[in-house]
Every structure is written in C-alpha cells, then in structure tokens.
C-alpha cells in the first residue's frame, strides 16, 4: 500500500542533498547516479539473441531501430534500493536534468521503476530553494520528443562506431574507434597540422621609431607603414606559401637598415602629418554560454573544457550556479535585476545603463534553450562573501563566472582613441618615410571595473587597443627622433587548436551541442589522436592516417557540414518536427540525399593500408 510520503529522484547525491534541504521532511530524494540502464554490448547479449537482427548492435535494425537496453549490474543495487523507496511512496517526482541526456534518465526510471503512483516530471535549471518551489508546483509531463532525440543519438552513434571502426582496426591499428563526433574534431585538428606543414615562411623587416615633442620629454613609439607613398608589407601581407598578396613593399635587412641610419641623421626633419581623434566604445561581453564558459575558463584560469564542465557540476548541484549546459546568453528578469542592482552598490549607479542589456540566444530547439550560466538564486552572493565556503577551483570557476554576469549587465567602457600619422624625410638618399602611432584614453572604464574579456592567440588579428596616452600633438608640429630600431620578422604558420578555439570552431561549423564539447575532447585525447602539449592540440601521426582513410572512404561522415546536418536533425527530432525511425533509416541505408552508411561499408573497394598509413608532408 502507498505511503504518504514523496519520492524525488534526482542524478547525483550531491543534487539530491541539496535539494532534500528545500523540500522538507515530506519528501525522500534519492539519486540514480547518472543512467540506470543503457545499450548492452551485442557480445553480452543473450544466447539466443545473438544470432538474430540484434546482433550486430543490440539494435534491430531490421525492426525500427529498436533498442535493447539493460540494467548494468553495478545499477541493479541502485534500482533495487529505488523501487524499495517507491513501495513508501504516493508519489513520484523525476527531477533529473532539463535536457536530453536528463528526459532519457527520467523515461528510462518510468520503464524500469513502473510505479503504481502519479509521476510527476519537475524541472528547473538552478538549485535554490524558491527554484525547487516552484518547480514542484509546476511539473510537467515527461518529454517523449526529447527521449527520441537523445535514443536516436545513441543508436546513431552505435551504428557509426561499430560500422567504421573495424574498417580503422584492419587498415591502420588495433582498439582504433571512429565517431559521428569525434572524427570531425579530429579532422579538424589534422587539418590544422597539414596547414602548418605546407606553410612556406616569408622574412621581412620593419623599423620602430620612438619619437618625442621637441620641447618636453614624452616619448612615444611609432611604426614605419610607408616608404615614398608606397605601404610596407606587414605579416598579414604574405600568403601561406610565402608569396605576397598585394601591391605592398617588403623590407629585406639591408633596405631597413640603411633607413634607420639615414633616419638618425640630425638633420632629416620629422613632422607630424595628420592627427585623427576617434571616440573610443567597447561593449560587455554577454553572460556565459557552455562554450563560453569552457573557452573563457581554458584562458583565464588554464582549465581543460573536462576540467571546467566538472566544477560547474559541482557548483550547480550544490546551488551556487545555475544549470550548466546551456547554448542562450539570455537572463531571466530576476538575474538582470540582481546584477544591475549589484553592479550599482559595487561600482557606483553611473556604471548601470538606463535599460537592462538583453542577450539573444543561437538555440533553435526552444525545449532545450536554458538560461545563460549565472550565479543562483534571486540575489546574488559575492565572490567575497563565498571566500570561506567555496575554496580552489570552486572559488576561481565561481568568481569568473559572477564577473561576466555582473559585468553583462554594466555600461559601455568609452574614451577615445587618436591616430598619427609623422612624416620622416627626405633623407639624405632622397626617401621619405611615414610612421604612425595610436593610442586610446578610456575615460569611462564601465563594465571593465568588473570583467574584462581574454582572446585567443590570431595570426593577424586586430588586438583590442591598448590604454596607451599619445603626447597632445597637433598637424604641422615638430618632433625629434629619440631611437629608430630595425627588426626583423617571420611569417608565422596557423597556430594549433587549444581547448578553448576547437570548442569555438566546433561552435560555430554546428559540430556537437553544449552537453557535448568538453566529452569530444577528452575522447580524442584519451584514444591517442592528440596529445595536448602546452596549451595546444596536437594530432599524433595515427590521427592523420585515420583522418585519411575516413577523408577518402567515408568522405560524407567527415565533412564538416554533414555532421553538423546531422546535429540539426536530431534537434528537429527533439522538437518534433521529425521522426525517429525515419531519419535513421535514410542514415543507415541511404535515401535520394545521403549514400547511407550501410551502402558506403558494402561499396568500400581495396584499401591499401600502406598507402593510407604514409604521411604526404607537402
């Protein structure tokens, strides 16, 4: 007979622990510590299963893709203790995850459990007392579109892997895998690699001159950009072959040389040819996004994307943070409240904008589109305030991620930013030579008073300008030389992939989804096709004969935006709009757009391992 008691079940100890606290005697939270039950090895399945449609992958492909799950006997203690709490139960409560990987949890707890009393699915993406409330107050039905989405991701997974795989295993080496995922990120890597193995240097010089107001001692440095009109070739001049791209004049030692000792001459006069003066305006960052998180951590703090997505876990589940797998920038009205409120009282009101900042999210499956990654609850607790609660990573991840959100919601930084332009010449060869120097003021430091964005390494990219005062120069004004010094340069090859560019790359190509970044690079770390060496990513000479045989036999599973196709597919079954055993059906065998997998492992043709194992290094 049911009890009166309410059984709530959660993933993790730690998040039934917090939550337990909020809801009161009335309620029993227990954990399922992750799935209960999941795809069994086609080895481990049942004699007399083994030779039927389901053993090749536990899924019958033959038959509607249908699954054959079991529960692992490390879980059968879990679910014993599960349904033992449910026998005292009048209700049941799963409160896993708002996403896919959270539904299934649910639905595969509904399957097992079969409880004899109302079920309820309760959601809520922050783990605050008035969160867990109104998420009780407010349950819905379990999601079977988001259940579909995430089966179809696992099934798709399994047939890719246990189809390409053992074409790896023959033709390049043994415990090889092939993923939908993993093997694009690969790609991606080895891609890289290639660039910079063709890359041919370029050498060229420049000079700096440091220059100063004939009167006063303000020194400032300056770089030479022209020659008698004619624009001196920078790095982002030369292509990846070495060649020039443009019309623009390279300096060899000789040529600089001889300018910077013509330049030193007293009597070459300096003038100050043209003064710009621009408004300077930088805006804030939007709050953090999963992608974002993992980027700005793997900057900041030197955190591996594992690294950062397993202390936000542990700040979410302990109600520090809100959920943290998320692609929307957004906040909710209460978290822009708490932060323009808190950004008033910590930095003054005039860094508050009149309106509230609002951020537009990219995600396209509204079921899934969580708020940004914030601070909990409806005020928010300084990073100061948890300095004795919050200790290490716990504290720094914490820390980051209150000043972004604090930091959103704050005023543009302004000031101005002045361009010169100084005429050098002639010298005594009859050359004139122009320099240009730029310096920015801020005199509203805004948002920067709390947060201040990093960026990754670029070949040529437009830094953001530095604070740097220029002396008050004015057009026409005279100026003396105080050093002139000749460099030279080369060219620079693309840089490596780091943790945080491959999870921006894999962003914006569509490949992967919040919950699965940090997983896709830990996979091609933990199977041997890159090795991190610093802070870079890079491939191991396996990833390139592997990328190989993929690029040349499995040409359509590695471009970039099929397996981003792929991902959009699956998020259209996630909200809907298609079907489940359709779409693995034109995956699997082919349909008018797509060869199919099926297909493509029939139609192989001769490898030839030796071949595919040689490295072309240009």
């Known amino acids: 007979m049911p009890g009166t008691k309410k059984l709530v079940i959660v993933e993790s100890p730690a998040k039934a622990k917090t939550i337990a606290q909020y809801l009161g005697s009335g309620y029993e939270v227990q954990a399922s510590v992750g799935h209960i039950r999941d795809l069994i090895e086609p080895k481990n399945l049942p004699p007399e299963l083994k030779k039927g449609t389901l053993g090749k992958f536990s899924v019958d492909v033959e038959n509607g893709f249908e699954p054959y799950y079991v529960v692992s006997d490390q879980k059968k203690k879990t679910v014993a203790d599960l349904k033992r709490a449910l026998?005292?139960?009048?209700?049941?409560?799963?409160?896993?995850?708002?996403?896919?990987?959270?539904?299934?949890?649910?639905?595969?707890?509904?399957?097992?459990?079969?409880?004899?009393?109302?079920?309820?699915?309760?959601?809520?993406h922050e783990i605050t007392k008035e969160a867990i409330e109104r998420a009780r107050d407010s349950t819905r039905d379990i999601d079977t579109a988001l259940v579909d989405a995430q089966e179809t991701r696992r099934i798709l997974d399994r047939l890719y892997g246990y189809e390409v795989s053992p074409v790896l295993w023959r033709k390049v080496g043994p415990g090889l895998s092939a993923g939908r995922v993993q093997s694009a990120a690969t790609r991606l890597v080895v891609d890289r690699e290639r660039e910079r193995l063709a890359f041919v240097t370029a050498a060229y010089w420049d000079l700096t001159a440091s220059l100063s107001p004939l009167e006063q001692e303000l020194p400032f440095d300056a770089r030479l950009v022209r020659i008698d009109g004619a624009?001196?070739?920078?790095?982002?001049?030369?292509?990846?072959?070495?060649?020039l791209k443009n019309d623009s004049r390279p300096l060899d030692a000789s040529s600089a040389e001889g300018l910077a000792v013509a330049l030193r001459d007293p009597s070459v006069p300096l003038k100050v040819q043209s003064v710009e003066s621009k408004p300077y305006t930088r805006r804030p960052a939007a709050p953090f996004t999963?992608?974002?998180?993992?980027?700005?951590?793997?900057?900041?703090?030197?955190?591996?994307?594992?690294?950062?997505?397993s202390v936000a876990q542990s700040l979410y589940e302990n109600g520090y943070i809100t959920y943290m797998r998320t692609d929307s920038p957004s906040l909710s009205q209460q978290a822009i409240n708490a932060a323009r409120k808190q950004a008033a009282e910590l930095y003054g009101p005039e860094t508050v904008p009149d309106k509230p900042r609002l951020y537009a999210g990219k995600s396209k499956n509204a079921q899934e589109a969580h708020e940004a990654v914030r601070p909990a609850g409806e005020t928010f607790r300084t990073p100061q305030q948890l300095a004795s609660t919050l200790r290490g990573n716990d504290h720094k991840l914490y820390d980051l991620i209150w000043k972004r959100t604090i930091a959103s919601q704050m005023a543009d930084a302004k000031g101005s930013t002045a361009s010169v332009v100084i005429a050098a010449g002639p010298t005594s060869a009859g050359e004139v030579a122009e320099f240009a120097a730029s310096g920015t003021v801020i005199t509203f430091r805004g948002f920067l008073a709390a947060y201040e964005e990093s960026r990754d390494e670029e070949r040529h990219?437009?830094?953001?300008?530095?604070?740097?005062?220029?002396?008050?120069?004015?057009?026409?004004?005279?100026?003396?030389?105080?050093?002139?010094?000749?460099?030279?340069?080369?060219?620079?090859?693309?840089p490596r992939y780091t943790e945080a560019s491959l999870v921006k790359t894999l962003e914006e190509l569509g490949i992967g989804r919040p919950s699965t970044y940090a997983a896709i690079i830990s996979t091609i770390?933990?199977?041997?096709?890159?090795?991190?060496?610093?802070?870079?990513?890079?491939?191991?000479?396996?990833?390139?004969?592997?990328?190989?045989?993929?690029?040349?036999?499995?040409?359509?599973?590695?471009?970039?935006?099929?397996?981003?196709?792929?991902?959009?597919?699956?998020?259209?079954?996630?909200?809907?709009?298609?079907?489940?055993?359709?779409?693995?059906?034109?995956?699997?065998?082919?349909?008018?757009?797509?060869?199919?997998?099926?297909?493509?492992?029939?139609?192989?043709?001769?490898?030839?391992a030796k071949e595919i194992n040689s490295l072309r290094i240009a």
Do not use: C
């Open 525 to 608: 770390v933990d199977r041997g096709y890159v090795t991190p060496r610093g802070t870079a990513l890079v491939p191991n000479w396996i990833a390139f004969s592997v990328v190989r045989l993929l690029e040349e036999f499995f040409t359509e599973l590695v471009q970039y935006d099929f397996t981003a196709g792929m991902e959009d597919d699956l998020d259209r079954i996630a909200e809907g709009s298609a079907e489940r055993v359709d779409w693995l059906k034109g995956f699997y065998y082919g349909n008018d757009a797509h060869k199919g997998l099926r297909p493509t492992i029939d139609n192989l043709g001769e490898i030839d």
């Open 87 to 124: 026998k005292d139960a009048d209700e049941l409560f799963l409160a896993t995850d708002e996403d896919r990987e959270g539904e299934a949890i649910a639905w595969h707890l509904l399957q097992v459990l079969k409880p004899k009393v109302p079920v309820r699915r309760m959601v809520f």
């Open 290 to 309: 999963t992608s974002t998180l993992q980027q700005e951590a793997a900057r900041k703090l030197r955190f591996s994307a594992r690294q950062t997505m």
């Open 231 to 243: 624009r001196i070739a920078t790095g982002r001049d030369f292509d990846d072959k070495g060649a």
């Open 461 to 494: 990219g437009a830094a953001e300008p530095r604070e740097a005062k220029l002396p008050d120069l004015k057009k026409g004004q005279d100026l003396r030389l105080v050093d002139v010094d000749a460099k030279g340069h080369e060219t620079s090859p693309p």
